[in-house]
C-alpha cells in the first residue's frame, strides 16, 4: 500500500515553544491530509482537513490560530503547535487520502514539559 | 456522520479465528464500512472495507448484514501480531464527501498464547 511519513517520530520542548510536525506521501501525491490527535487510551480525534493550496478545515472545538496547518504541495502537509503547553502532548497522526484509499502516518509524539 | 457500536474489548486464543462485530443501524446507502487497526504507539493501518457484498483479502473477511445495518471483521487465524485495536468505520462516498474518517472507541482485541 501507500506510504505516509512523518517526521520527527517524537519530540520534547519546553512550554511556550512551537513544534512543527511534516507528514508527507511518500509514493503518491495527496490534495487532501487529515491531522488527527490521539490521548492515551483514547481514540483518535479528527483536528482538521488540509487541503493542497488553500486554507485548512478545522473541525469543531480545534483552534486554528494554535494549530497551524499548511499544505504547500501535493506530498507535503505541516502542523506546527505554537506556543505549547503541557496539555497539548499528545500523539499527533496524519493521513493522507489516496486513489485507492486512506494511509496513516506513524504518528508523532509530542511531550511539553 | 453514522455511527458504529463496537464491543470495548475481546479476548481470543492464538491461531483461533476471530468474528469482531459492528453495529451501524443508521448507516445511509451511500456509506462504505471500513476497519481500520491500531498497533500500539503506531497510526492506523488498513484491514478491509465493502458496501454491500462480502469481501475477502489476504488480511481479513468483512461479512455485511443484508440490511447492511451491521457487519463482522473475520480474523481467520489469529497471531499474537494481531493484537491491536480495531475501528469500524462508516465513510460516505460522493463528490461532496471530503473523505474524513470519523474514528470511534474501537474493539481492543486480546490474542493469548
Known amino acids: 500500500g501507500a506510504v505516509v511519513s512523518q517526521h520527527p517520530s517524537w519530540v520534547i520542548c519546553k512550554s511556550g515553544t512551537s513544534v512543527k510536525i511534516e507528514c508527507r506521501s511518500l509514493?503518491?501525491?495527496?490534495?487532501?491530509m487529515f491531522w488527527y490527535r490521539q490521548f492515551p487510551k483514547q481514540s483518535l480525534m479528527l483536528m482538521a482537513t488540509?487541503?493542497?493550496?488553500?486554507?485548512?478545515?478545522?473541525e469543531q472545538g480545534v483552534e486554528k490560530d494554535k494549530f497551524l496547518i499548511n499544505h504547500a504541495s501535493l506530498t507535503l502537509s505541516t502542523l506546527t503547535v505554537t506556543s505549547a503547553h503541557p496539555e497539548d502532548s499528545s500523539f499527533y497522526i496524519c493521513?493522507?487520502?489516496?486513489?485507492?484509499?486512506?494511509?496513516f502516518g506513524p504518528g508523532t509524539r509530542l511531550t511539553v514539559l | 456522520d453514522a455511527k458504529t457500536t463496537q464491543p470495548n474489548s475481546m479476548e481470543s486464543n492464538e491461531e483461533e479465528p476471530v468474528h469482531l462485530p459492528c453495529n451501524h443501524s443508521?448507516?445511509?446507502?451511500?456509506?462504505?464500512i471500513h476497519w481500520y487497526r491500531q498497533l500500539p504507539s503506531q497510526g492506523p493501518e488498513y484491514v478491509i472495507h465493502?458496501?454491500?457484498s462480502n469481501v475477502n483479502n489476504r488480511m481479513a473477511s468483512l461479512a455485511i448484514a443484508e440490511d447492511r445495518k451491521s457487519s463482522t471483521l473475520i480474523l481467520h487465524r489469529a497471531t499474537l501480531r494481531d493484537a491491536a485495536v480495531y475501528y469500524c468505520?462508516?465513510?460516505?462516498?460522493?463528490?461532496?464527501?471530503?473523505?474524513?474518517?470519523?474514528f470511534g472507541q474501537g474493539t481492543t482485541l486480546q490474542v493469548k498464547p
Open positions: 509514493d503518491f501525491q495527496a490534495t487532501t
Open positions: 465493502g458496501l454491500t
Open positions: 468505520i462508516l465513510r460516505p462516498h460522493g463528490s461532496s464527501n471530503t473523505g474524513k474518517l470519523i
Open positions: 488540509s487541503n493542497e493550496g488553500s486554507k485548512a478545515t478545522y
Open positions: 443508521t448507516i445511509s446507502g451511500t456509506d462504505y
Open positions: 493521513s493522507a487520502r489516496a486513489l485507492q484509499g486512506q494511509y
